[in-house]
């Protein structure tokens, strides 16, 4: 079986606080798969694993058969894509199309134009997540709810292997949280890690895993996240 992320008796923490103690799971490639639990359980801990913000203080992880914090990682973010908690428009005078664009700039080259197969997953990324009658927007002017969706659609024009979001339905209405349900649930993103306290976002994942006291269970096929 291929697996996305494998972590195997890690432990991961800040400063002399220890977060994860003695996590072993795996996330298949292909799944939607949610993260629950209480606040400072070590969700968004797990992520930053993901991503090589932190580093294992001990045990092993894998993400896309590469491991975070080595060399040549840098060419793995490129294959995962990123939505954190807290999103906004910013001061950057930018339009919701050149930002959601900025999802293609890693692939392409910083300093380097974007050709029409990169514009491509822009415009479809904007299509998506329900933004592209607002592509001429400035993003300093959106609504909370807005620059989440410009933050998912970003992720999305990246075209990920691996799809990681930290409360994405937060700043999202009912309308909004079920349109980004069915998102995920449709579009070509390859693997999905979902963060979430809500109950509806949990029920669409194919596995849940439960964080709690520095451990993390997985829930048996129709078990209660909250139970």
């Known amino acids: 079986m291929n697996h996305a992320v494998s972590l195997r008796n890690v432990r991961a923490g800040y400063g ?20 629950c639990g209480p606040n400072g359980a070590g969700k968004s801990t797990f992520i930053k694993l993901c991503l090589g913000m932190i580093r294992p203080r001990s045990g092993s992880l894998t993400v896309l058969e590469a491991v975070p914090g080595r060399r040549g990682f840098r060419n793995t973010l490129l294959r995962i894509g990123y939505v954190p908690q807290k999103t906004g428009g910013g001061l950057i005078p930018a339009t919701v199309r050149e930002a959601v664009a900025m999802g293609r700039y890693g692939k392409a080259g910083l300093f380097r ?30 609504s909370g709810g807005q620059a989440q969706r410009v933050a998912i659609a970003r992720a999305l024009a990246m075209e990920p292997e691996l799809l990681l979001l930290d409360e994405p339905t937060a700043s999202l209405d009912a309308q909004g ?26 029920s669409r994942c194919g596995r849940i895993f439960r964080f709690a006291e520095g451990r993390a269970e997985a829930l048996a096929s129709g078990e209660s996240p909250h139970a």
């Open 16 to 35: 002399r606080v220890t977060v994860l103690n003695d996590i072993t799971l795996s996330i298949e490639q292909g799944s939607l798969t949610g993260l």
């Open 113 to 142: 134009r974007l050709s029409a197969r990169d514009w491509a997953p822009v415009d479809r990324a904007l299509e998506a997540a329900g933004i592209a009658g607002i592509a001429a927007s400035l993003t300093r002017e959106l």
């Open 177 to 202: 949280r079920s349109e980004l349900l069915a998102l995920v649930k449709t579009y070509r993103c390859g693997t999905v890690v979902m963060v979430s306290h809500d109950p509806e976002s949990l």
